[in-house]
């Protein structure tokens, strides 16, 4: 348990283990370190807890303005296109396989700037990706950030309670974030700043760039089509990011075993491969666990992984250099095994 991405992120204060296993705490530990979390009185290291959820809540703003005062039906699958599978697929794409993975590799920051800022910013770099890696590490078992036997409020509220990157990191261990985290693009605090902020990322760039991320999209959408379609992306956007704290729960079977024989071939933890997040992110899960430093993970034919094209497309285009598509591997070593055994078992049942 002294691996270092074992020490990376602040501890719960009601801990991970009780009697040497997972520790469930009660809805009411989870409220109350989510709002100590969140409040940004108590302490300036929780700035970005306090931004992150704050930006996720001014979304309702635009959510009820358009429902209330410039509601379409022509306009609300646009939106709805918008915030599923846009943010959808630019997050897998952008935060999971780059941020987390690096399953590709942009040919200069610049590109990587505008790929980063393709859509409307909600989720920071460094509460992604550095707890993502951890997830990977402790898949279901105690200190995973978003352990589904933790259930579904501990999963929901995991940016707060469980992401966050350690407070009292030593410098050579900050030093292996600050690196790892530069690799994505995000301006880094120096030692001092970090002990003063408990952030990688600092604050007054941060802030810029979401602000101003915020207000080229938005008046993006108002020159097209006003306040109506403004509204109703940003709208859009604030489900997808209420949305989003909720999948890991649901891509690991809601604590339950729901992976199927022939679909999900990673046996190591209850990650399914579902259709909707597959489809409209990209997002085949077991795959993912499977391959996770890839720039793929829908492999099967009907297994449509938007990201993949965008990246792929990318590397046509020189904007992305190199990247790591695991799919020939899965075929190889998992999907052409089980047919070669499943048709040996039908060969078998039919010559006895």
Not at 12 to 27: A, E, I, M, N, Q
Not at 252 to 258: E, L, V
């Amino acid at each position: 348990m002294n691996h270092f991405l074992n020490r990376v992120l602040e501890r719960p204060s009601y801990g991970y283990l009780r009697d040497g296993k997972l520790y469930v705490p009660t809805h009411k530990e989870i409220l109350k370190l989510f709002f100590d979390r969140y409040n940004i009185f108590k302490s300036k290291k929780n700035w970005l807890t306090f931004c992150s959820w704050n930006i996720t809540l001014l979304l309702t703003i635009p959510f009820f303005t358009f429902f209330f005062k410039y509601f379409s039906w022509s306009l609300l699958p646009l939106g709805g296109i918008y915030g599923m599978v846009l943010m959808g697929s630019h997050g897998t794409m952008y935060l999971h396989r780059y941020c987390s993975h690096r399953g590709f590799r942009f040919r200069n920051s610049f590109f990587r700037f505008i790929v980063k800022n393709l859509v409307i910013k909600v989720i920071p770099e460094e509460t992604y990706a550095v707890s993502h890696l951890v997830h990977h590490k402790y898949s279901e078992e105690p200190g995973d950030p978003y352990n589904v036997n933790g259930g579904w409020l501990y999963c929901f509220l995991a940016c707060a309670n469980h992401q966050p990157i350690s407070t009292d990191l030593n410098e050579k261990d900050y030093q292996v974030l600050a690196k790892f985290m530069q690799g994505a693009g995000l301006k880094t605090n120096s030692y001092l700043q970090y002990q003063k902020y408990g952030s990688l990322a600092t604050p007054i760039n941060f802030l810029l760039n979401y602000g101003l991320n915020w207000i080229f999209w938005y008046g993006t959408f108002y020159l097209l089509g006003g306040h109506a379609l403004a509204t109703c992306i940003f709208g859009w956007v604030g489900v997808w990011a209420f949305g989003v704290r909720t999948f890991n729960f649901d891509g690991h079977g809601r604590g339950k075993d729901k992976r199927k024989e022939g679909i999900d071939f990673l046996k190591a933890d209850r990650s399914i491969n579902q259709l909707w997040p597959g489809y409209v992110a990209g997002e085949w899960h077991n795959n993912h666990h499977l391959y996770p430093n890839g720039a793929r993970s829908g492999f099967l034919p009907y297994q449509l992984d938007l990201p993949w094209i965008f990246i792929y497309s990318c590397f046509q285009l020189g904007i992305v250099t190199q990247f790591h598509d695991p799919k020939p591997r899965f075929f190889k070593e998992h999907y052409n095994p089980y047919l070669k055994n499943r048709q040996q078992l039908k060969d078998s049942m039919v010559t006895s």
